[in-house]
Every structure is written in C-alpha cells, then in structure tokens.
C-alpha cells in the first residue's frame, strides 16, 4: 500500500529536532530526551495501554529503530562493511521498574502473548522463536556484560511498527530495545559501540548466528545520512546519499524468521567452512580463522585477488561433510562439534565457492558504493543503481537467499523506473530496497503498487503491503516525560 512520502509511519520522535552539536558520538550512550507525551499521539496511546494493563504509568520509554541495508548482504558476519541505514519504523518500549523480581513483558499486538519470568532466572529456548526471546536476549546481555545476579523486575510493554520477518530488523530492534532498557533501569552507562556490540552478542542466544550490522546501525544511525559500518573495532563513517534519488522499500509479503528455520546458519557455515578451505590451501593456521575477510588480511591482498584464489581453490561441485574432513585432515565428529553450529550438523552438502565469490565481490560493491557516493558524477544514481542490480544477482544466484516473489518484485521495481532494486535483509522473503529518482517517485509508488500488490491476492492481506520511501533515522533514544 503506498503511503504518503516520508510521512505515516513516522515515530514520536521524528518532531523531536536534534541540534547537529547535540548529536552524541559513538563514544557516548545514546541520547535522553524530554518529550511532553501529551504532544506525541504513539506515546500517549502507549501510556494509556500501560496504564490498562499495569495499572500504573510508565517511568521512561526507550525507542530503538529498524533498518534497510542498501547495499552488503550477508557479509557482515563474514567480517566485511555494509552499508544500512535507520528506518523511521522503530520498536518502542514502556518501561516501568518494579520492586520485584518479576520482569513482565506484554505488547500491543494481540498476536504476541504475555510474558513474566524472575529477571535473576532469564532462559532463552533456542528451539521456539518467540518474541519475548529477543527481549530476554538484550535483558541477559546487559545483566552478564556488568555480572549483575540480583536484578530488580521491570514492567514493558512493547509496540512494534516494523513489518515482521521482512528483513528490516524488527527482531534485532527489539534486542537493542531491551538492551538500552535495561541499562536504563540499572542506571548504568554505556558508550553506543559498547551496546551495540552486547546486543550484537546476546541476540546469538536464540541460535541465529548473525553479524552486527542491525544492532550497529540502531545505536549509531544519525538523521540524514547512511553509514559504512565496519567492524573490528565496530566504527561507522557517514555515506552522504545522492540528492536526486529516493530510497523505497517493498515489502514482497513473503515472511522468514532466521531463528524458525536453518537456511540462514546454513550460509554462515558455509562461510566458515569456506574461510577454513581457503586459509588451509594457503598454509595459514586454518583452525584458529573463522571468517572470510581474516583469510584476505592474514594474506594482505584485494579482494580482487580474493576472488580469483577462490577460483584457484574451491569446487563449484558443493561438498560433502566427508570431503571437508579431508580437506582439512579432521574427523567427522570433529568438524560437527567443533566447527558446525548446533542446527546445521545433519547438513548434507555444503556450497563453499558459490558463499565465497558472493562475499569477495559483494564486500568490493559495498567500498565502490561508498567511493561513487563520495565523487558523486554525474550518474551516481546509474551507477549506484547497477551495484546493487549486481548485488541482487548475486545474492539470488551465488548466495541462493532470494525466492520467486523478491525476484518478481525486483524485476517490477526495475520496470517502473528504479535505476537499482534488490533483496535486502536475510532474504528468503521479506523486502526489497530500490533506488528510484526523486521525479519519478509518484508514477514508481502507484504502478508498483498496482502491479504487485493489486494484481495478485496479496491485495487481501493490506496489513503486510508496504511499499513506501525512507530516509536516514536516527538511532537509538530514551524519553522521560517532561
């Protein structure tokens, strides 16, 4: 459904102005406003459901966004930079302490049951993706990076206006949600690259092993501008998008929860399985490198070189457990206990050239990104839009994360006018993002809309349609009511 540009899903927060000199730094925590509630439409109706459910009112409330990464799929576990940026739709949570141990969860979408537990008994289940998981991800992270054992419970209640399982990190801002609660709660501090780095951590308790991008870009996002997120150390350098084009996202209504299946630990093993190969045939010490950019730094060469080692070294032919254990002079056992995750023990083939080339050469798409947007020429918006073409056709072919109906919907956001359109997120479902010039936004939305969306029974479910333009948010805040 389209939606007004920029406009209805903008969050409570959107009217706060943040003064450039007020801005934290990724060295400082995130910031505390004072809002008047009464002025905020979602915060009031956020505080009168609290005082419903709880018969009490809430004491702060914590906001921490989604995200659309542009360009960098699936490579930031892998070690490499990507490039998202914050999105308006957020998570945002109620908060009130208790003198209890009791931490007591409730939301406001009907489909999502209540939750209590003892805040000093947190249990994470990794074989049930349910939502108040990643709040206790982001609580536990929290009570085990200060080695806290006698917390003090808490009253939340979550409101969500991120799509579910679209691939715009609704589950990682929920982490990031709770993680800034609870140190809020505590009364403790922490920088934005500390929490993100927690909460990055703690989210691998539901047994999705992910990279950091989602929870970085919730805490360092800054209005009006993308970010290079690189990690080890975790920076974030600001990429100035071109003026002349806008940013749509498309929501394919296809859903996949990372944590419900094991396509996505499956691509992180393969990487791993890949990097072990690679480091192997180059008499690296294999056993101690885990990712695909360690191999490149421990060689010291581009990724150009990168990519043709891979061809030098890896099989297009996928592998068998068996003729990985050869490769690395290892028993079977031991590359299940000491090398596979949990979930992907039982996997029967594994595609280590296809994960590799798409990880060298998508990395290389996320530098020429930031490098095009930097020179701006001309045609930036071309030339932006062909990276993330090749990125889709990547991710589709070579990483295998795409399915009929985001190629479909890619195929159709090219039609009707974007320069580049591609998956963003896991995949497997979810959303595209499109660069699309700013003068061809309004025919883009309508026929989009009516090409996908109406065309099809997708017209029947209008709660999972989203098809709307974004620009840079901001990250992460606390409200105190002034």
């Given at each position: 459904?389209?939606?007004?540009?920029?406009?209805?899903l903008?969050s409570?927060?959107?009217?706060?102005?943040?003064?450039?000199?007020?801005?934290?730094?990724a060295?400082?925590?995130?910031?505390?406003?004072?809002?008047?509630?009464?002025?905020?439409?979602?915060?009031?109706?956020?505080?009168?459901?609290?005082?419903?459910?709880?018969?009490?009112?809430?004491?702060?409330?914590?906001?921490a966004?989604?995200?659309?990464?542009?360009?960098?799929?699936?490579?930031?576990?892998?070690?490499y930079?990507?490039?998202?940026?914050?999105?308006?739709?957020?998570?945002?949570?109620?908060?009130?302490?208790v003198?209890t141990?009791?931490?007591?969860l409730?939301?406001?979408?009907?489909?999502?049951?209540?939750?209590?537990t003892?805040a000093?008994?947190?249990?994470i289940?990794?074989?049930?993706?349910?939502?108040?998981?990643?709040f206790?991800?982001?609580?536990?992270g929290?009570?085990?990076?200060?080695?806290?054992?006698?917390?003090?419970?808490?009253?939340?209640?979550?409101?969500?206006?991120i799509?579910?399982?679209?691939g715009?990190?609704?589950s990682?801002?929920l982490?990031?949600?709770?993680?800034?609660?609870?140190?809020?709660?505590?009364?403790?501090?922490l920088?934005k690259?500390?929490?993100?780095?927690?909460?990055?951590?703690?989210?691998?308790?539901?047994?999705?092993?992910g990279?950091?991008?989602?929870?970085?870009?919730?805490?360092?996002a800054?209005?009006?501008?993308?970010?290079?997120?690189?990690?080890?150390?975790?920076?974030?350098?600001?990429?100035?998008?071109?003026?002349?084009?806008?940013?749509?996202?498309?929501?394919?209504?296809?859903?996949?929860n990372?944590?419900?299946?094991?396509?996505?630990?499956?691509?992180?093993?393969?990487?791993?399985?890949?990097?072990?190969?690679?480091?192997?045939?180059?008499?690296?010490?294999?056993?101690?490198?885990?990712?695909?950019?360690?191999?490149?730094?421990?060689?010291?060469?581009?990724?150009?070189?990168?990519l043709?080692?891979?061809?030098?070294?890896?099989?297009?032919?996928?592998?068998?457990?068996?003729?990985?254990?050869?490769?690395?002079?290892i028993?079977?056992?031991?590359?299940?206990?000491?090398?596979l995750s949990?979930?992907?023990q039982?996997?029967?083939?594994?595609?280590?050239?296809?994960?590799?080339?798409?990880v060298?050469?998508?990395?290389?798409?996320?530098?020429?990104?930031?490098?095009?947007?930097?020179?701006?020429?001309?045609?930036?918006?071309?030339?932006?839009?062909?990276?993330?073409n090749?990125?889709?056709?990547?991710?589709?072919?070579?990483?295998?994360?795409?399915?009929?109906e985001l190629?479909?919907?890619?195929?159709?956001?090219?039609?009707?006018?974007?320069?580049?359109?591609?998956?963003?997120?896991?995949?497997?479902g979810g959303?595209t993002?499109?660069?699309?010039?700013?003068?061809k936004?309004?025919?883009?939305?309508a026929?989009?809309?009516?090409?996908?969306?109406?065309?099809?029974?997708?017209s029947l479910?209008?709660?999972?349609q989203?098809?709307?333009?974004?620009?840079?948010?901001?990250?992460?805040?606390?409200?105190?009511?002034?």
């Open positions: 459904m389209s939606r007004d540009y920029f406009g209805s903008a409570p927060v959107e009217t706060a102005e943040i003064k450039k000199d007020e801005r934290n730094m060295t400082e925590g995130p910031a505390v406003r004072r809002v008047q509630v009464a002025e905020h439409p979602r915060l009031l109706k956020l505080k009168g459901m609290f005082n419903s459910k709880f018969g009490s009112v809430p004491k702060f409330y914590v906001r966004p989604g995200r659309v990464n542009i360009i960098g799929e699936h490579i930031d576990y892998c070690g930079s990507v490039l998202p940026m914050a999105v308006e739709q957020d998570m945002l949570i109620a908060v009130e302490p003198k141990h009791i931490l007591q409730a939301n406001t979408n009907p489909l999502y049951p209540d939750f209590s003892s000093n008994n947190i249990q289940d990794k074989t049930k993706p349910l939502w108040h998981n990643y206790l991800c982001g609580f536990k929290i009570q085990e990076h200060f080695g806290l054992s006698d917390l003090t419970g808490m009253n939340c209640l979550v409101d969500g206006n799509p579910p399982s679209s715009l990190s609704s990682s801002a982490v990031c949600c709770a993680g800034l609660v609870t140190l809020t709660v505590l009364g403790m501090n920088s690259v500390e929490l993100a780095e927690i909460c990055a951590k703690s989210e691998h308790y539901t047994g999705t092993e990279g950091g991008m989602d929870q970085s870009i919730s805490f360092l800054e209005e009006g501008t993308a970010k290079l997120i690189e990690f080890s150390p975790l920076r974030a350098t600001d990429v100035k998008l071109p003026s002349g084009a806008v940013f749509v996202i498309a929501n394919s209504c296809v859903e996949m990372k944590a419900a299946t094991s396509h996505f630990n499956i691509r992180v093993m393969e990487c791993r399985l890949a990097a072990k190969l690679l480091a192997k045939h180059k008499c690296l010490p294999w056993e101690e490198v885990l990712r695909l950019e360690e191999v490149q730094a421990k060689l010291g060469v581009s990724l150009e070189e990168m043709l080692i891979t061809e030098d070294t890896l099989h297009s032919e996928p592998y068998s457990p068996e003729e990985i254990c050869r490769c690395l002079g028993s079977l056992q031991e590359l299940k206990t000491q090398i949990p979930n992907t039982d996997v029967l083939t594994f595609k280590l050239y296809q994960r590799a080339k798409h060298y050469s998508e990395a290389a798409r996320v530098l020429q990104f930031k490098k095009i947007c930097e020179e701006a020429p001309d045609n930036t918006v071309q030339l932006l839009g062909e990276l993330m090749q990125s889709h056709v990547s991710c589709r072919d070579m990483y295998e994360c795409s399915c009929p190629d479909q919907l890619v195929d159709i956001c090219r039609k009707f006018g974007a320069q580049g359109s591609r998956l963003t997120g896991a995949g497997w959303c993002v499109s660069i699309v010039p700013a003068d936004l309004s025919s883009f939305l026929n989009v809309h009516e090409a996908y969306y109406q065309r099809s029974n997708r479910v209008p709660e999972k989203s098809l709307f333009a974004t620009k840079p948010g901001g990250g992460a805040l606390v409200f105190l009511e002034a």
